[in-house]
């Protein structure tokens, strides 16, 4: 059994619902004061464990027979995630909650009434979603999972001093990974560190455009991408048997196979986004009273069998 360690640096319970996928009805208790529409982009572990984060911190604070979320799975189809927002707005929803940067677009597509909450959007104001997040004037809020990239290479330079290049994959698609992407360019051009990129549109694209960057740089970097998160075991596969470390934006993808990331706690991320549904909905705070919140917690997380696997030393991030 895999063993992977986070050293924490700042540092489910279901409502009465189904999940249902695309634009099928979910069973969503009537007895709840609030229903909140939850759409998550796509499954896979970085949103599932926010989406379960939200749920426990609801059920932790007491309002689990209170706030019913109505949870739908937007399978990374931007169609059927309006058709899932065109949905929470025709139920009346009392507020939504979109997990990713496309699932907030939609959301702030289909209404400028409801209450939006966010989470897991890298750059809101590049989305077009809030013009100012530190003063929100219309009906959208929520937490940012924004990264500090140069943690990220500071801990690859820790690591791995000998790598001289790096080779990005993300999907020019998705704002959050761009944005993330433009920080890690600027970043490495400032300190006169080499860059190759590929480019992906899908989760199939995602092992080929691997396999293209083997031979052409020392290491990868891979954004807070949902389409590379998606297939990081496979990129994992790859990297490792060609003895490239993976140095990734999310605890989760480190899960996958990734070597290691000064990055988002998604767990306390849920949590903090819970905490925002909770006071608009049950305290009566407005969206204009919730500021855009970036993640207070971060973390080194590393994975002990990939670092064996490559001949990295890892141990000064292992608890005993």
Not at 17 to 20: I, P, S
Not at 126 to 148: H, M, Q, R, W
Not at 295 to 301: F, L, R
Not at 303 to 317: E, L
């Given at each position: ?15 009465g619902?189904?999940?249902?996928s ?14 909140v ?26 309002y ?25 707005v ?12 496309v ?22 104001v ?29 801990l690859a ?12 994959i993300y ?30 549109t ?12 083997i ?19 496979n990129?994992?596969?790859i990297?490792?048997?060609n003895q ?18 000064v ?19 049950i ?7 919730n500021?855009?919140?970036s ?7 590393v ?15 292992i608890?005993?």
């Open positions: 059994m895999k063993k992977f360690v986070s050293l924490l640096l700042g540092l489910t319970m279901l409502t619902l189904t999940a249902c695309g634009g099928d009805d979910a069973v969503v208790s009537n007895d709840a004061e609030y229903t529409g939850l759409l998550q982009m796509v499954e896979h572990p970085s949103l599932d464990e926010i989406r379960t984060a939200i749920e426990d911190e609801i059920a932790a604070q007491g689990a027979d209170v706030i019913a979320l109505d949870y739908q799975n937007g399978q990374n189809d931007p169609s059927t995630m309006n058709t899932i927002t065109q949905k929470f025709a139920n009346k929803d009392d507020a939504i909650v979109a997990i990713a940067t699932a907030a677009q939609s959301a702030a597509a289909a209404t400028t009434d409801i209450p939006i909450i966010f989470s897991a959007v890298t750059d809101p590049a989305a077009e979603l809030v013009t100012d997040p530190n003063a929100p004037d219309s009906n959208i809020s929520g937490i940012s999972d924004v990264i500090d990239v140069s943690a990220i290479f500071g330079e820790e690591l791995t001093p000998e790598v001289a290049s790096y080779g990005f999907n020019m698609g998705e704002v959050n990974s761009v944005s993330v992407i433009n920080d890690a360019k600027a970043y490495l051009d400032a300190n006169n560190i080499h860059y190759e990129e590929a480019f992906v899908n989760i199939g694209e995602v092992t080929t455009a691997a396999q293209s960057l031979g052409k740089v020392d290491a990868f970097f891979l954004p807070i991408d949902n389409t590379v998160a998606s297939a990081m075991s990129v994992a596969e990297a490792n048997s490239i470390p993976v140095y990734v934006a999310a605890d989760s993808m480190v899960n996958d196979g990734g070597l290691a990331t990055g988002v706690n998604y767990t306390q991320l849920g949590k903090q986004t819970a905490d925002m549904l909770i006071r608009i909905l305290d009566g705070e407005t969206i204009a009273e500021p855009v919140e993640m207070t917690e971060y973390s080194v997380t994975n002990p069998d990939t670092a064996a696997a490559i001949g990295v030393d890892v141990s000064k991030y608890a005993e």
